[in-house]
């Protein structure tokens, strides 16, 4: 059994390819949620097709939001369902810990997975299958990652390079997602579509279990987590989660806005825009393959100049300026649709432009915040302070719901305009509280 492969243990292979299937399925399955609830479920339902808990689901969301035409409604529990997605991983984290251990807990994850994408094939069971899905995905999520930092003693120079290597997995199964289960889904059915999402996690799991051997156990987990010290949380390091828990607040706006992507903007994509390509039309989910592909292409040059010495930039102001492109991306389709009649479809190339630039604002947020609480929050409190930050996204994934529910009775002009005063609300904020935020990290955010 070989010891090494392309420089790193075996089982790296075995997590990538893993995760890699894993979220093929997420993204194959996100990818036609909205349109599906729109285009056959709720209408299905109003026109009296009994789903299981769907009435009582309707019923609570009215209460709080009042009367929900079809699009809002399945924005709504779409925002509901990528929102908890977030949140359960806390308490797959702590089940792991406390009871069933990473590796078990990532089995018993990836079996609820794979029952859910399962049971997405007969509507009746579709809110099952969406509780399925979320309780699996907390209890995957979190589990996954730690054992990639298992594989490595503490001090190993790889062990980054391990993560990106990881992260690859991540773009490559969001990218071939949409063109695999939104073609199946858009031409040929469905249930085809969410099938295939089925199918893909049910590879992982097989990838998962059949290389357990090249996986260190749990208690090769602990080993090579450093000793946290016993010392109390100094008043130095209060002010520093302070910091941390005032930019995740503002970030809870910016994930709203982001995360339009599979929801309002996907149904633009289907509605608004033009993607036949020399005589062919191309399924609009493939619109969502594009931005895992921009993070292949800008990952390098980004990296550059995120860390370029010579215009050394806080952490702070990086992501005050991923809001700023966040922005900025949705005055394209401002201009876009301003050009067009109402009844006009635009070229896919506008939206192909929009994805770049708020990928671009990705990159300037997303895992510059994630390495802002890895060297900012003490050592005893790191998983919490964690917690803290991936709760920002539970609430912007909700809230993304929620301004989600807008898009049918706003000028798609104005709804994208209340997108883009909404992230640059966010980076302003941000800016502002720069000097605040700023003397909190010294010595920290370098």
């Not at 991923?322 to 190339?349: E, M, N, R, T, Y």
Request: aromatic share 14%; proline share 5%.
């Amino acid at each position: 059994m070989p010891k090494q492969l392309f420089g790193h243990p075996p089982g790296l292979y075995v997590l990538f390819l893993t995760e890699m299937w894993e979220r093929f399925s997420y993204y194959g399955m996100r990818t036609l949620l909205v349109l599906y609830m729109i285009q056959y479920l709720i209408p299905a339902v109003n026109d009296g097709a009994d789903i299981f808990g769907f009435a009582s689901l309707r019923a609570g969301l009215e209460w709080l939001y009042g009367g929900l035409d079809i699009q809002p409604l399945a924005s709504q529990i779409y925002g509901l369902y990528t929102g908890l997605v977030y949140l359960t991983p806390l308490l797959g984290g702590y089940l792991a810990d406390r009871w069933l251990g990473p590796r078990n807990t990532v089995a018993l994850g990836a079996v609820l997975m794979t029952a859910g994408h399962f049971l997405m094939a007969r509507e009746a069971w579709f809110l099952p299958a969406l509780a399925l899905l979320i309780a699996g995905n907390g209890c995957f999520k979190p589990n996954i990652s730690t054992q990639v930092g298992s594989l490595y003693p503490p001090g190993d120079p790889r062990r980054d390079g391990a993560f990106t290597i990881f992260y690859l997995g991540i773009n490559i199964g969001g990218f071939f997602a949409p063109l695999v289960c939104g073609t199946l889904g858009q031409r040929y059915g469905w249930h085809f579509g969410f099938a295939a999402a089925g199918v893909g996690m049910t590879i992982g799991l097989s990838i998962y279990l059949a290389g357990q051997r090249f996986l260190g156990g749990d208690a090769a987990l602990r080993e090579t987590r450093a000793p946290i010290p016993e010392t109390p949380i100094s008043g130095e390091e209060w002010r520093a989660i302070l910091s941390l828990a005032v930019l995740a607040t503002i970030n809870v706006v910016f994930w709203a806005v982001y995360e339009q992507q599979g929801n309002t903007l996907q149904l633009f994509a289907e509605q608004r825009a033009d993607w036949r390509v020399l005589g062919w039309d191309m399924p609009s989910t493939w619109f969502q393959s594009l931005n895992p592909a921009f993070i292949f292409l800008l990952t390098p040059l980004m990296g550059g100049m995120l860390c370029k010495p010579s215009k050394p930039r806080s952490s702070v102001v990086k992501m005050a300026w991923g809001c700023a492109w966040l922005a900025a991306s949705f005055l394209v389709l401002i201009v876009a649709v301003s050009l067009h009649g109402p009844d006009q479809k635009i070229s896919g190339l506008w939206l192909a432009l929009c994805t770049l630039i708020y990928t671009v604002g990705e990159l300037y947020l997303s895992p510059v915040g994630l390495s802002l609480v890895s060297k900012v929050a003490p050592a005893k409190a790191v998983g919490s302070v964690m917690g803290l930050w991936f709760l920002s996204v539970f609430f912007g994934n909700y809230l993304a719901g929620y301004i989600g529910s807008f898009y049918s009775t706003m000028s798609h002009a104005g709804f994208f305009l209340l997108l883009a005063g909404l992230a640059c609300g966010a980076g302003l904020a941000i800016f502002g509280l720069r000097t605040f935020l700023e003397s909190r990290l010294a010595g920290k955010d370098c």
